[in-house]
């Protein structure tokens, strides 16, 4: 599996058969890098073998992390410290 077009995770089936396709789940936990991350998969395999599979991917948004604030969440402060000015700047022209 590749993130972002570099190498993250290497998974290789060990339940190889020559007359049966095999299925294996793997799983695998990462922290996206930005707004935006590219999720990549590629066939290691020899050119000859087109015996491969790739089924039933899926993500799952585990929320945000711990600690790390939403990259609105200076922006919205902002917002609302320059509304509690303005209010502010209001009421001491009406005084």
Same mark, same amino acid.
């Given at each position: 599996m590749q993130l972002n077009d570099s190498p993250a995770f290497t998974d290789t089936n060990s339940t190889v058969s020559a007359t049966t396709q095999n299925w294996e789940q793997f799983t695998h936990t990462f922290l996206a890098g930005g707004a935006s991350t590219t999720i990549g998969f590629r066939n290691a395999d020899p050119v000859s073998d087109n015996d491969n599979g790739l089924d039933n991917v899926v993500l799952t948004d585990l929320g945000p992390v711990a600690g790390v604030p939403e990259p609105s969440a200076p922006f919205l402060l902002a917002g609302i410290v320059g509304l509690?000015?303005?209010?502010? /700047?209001?009421?001491?022209? /009406?005084q």
């Open positions: 509690g000015g303005i209010v502010w /700047r209001k009421n001491c022209k /009406r």
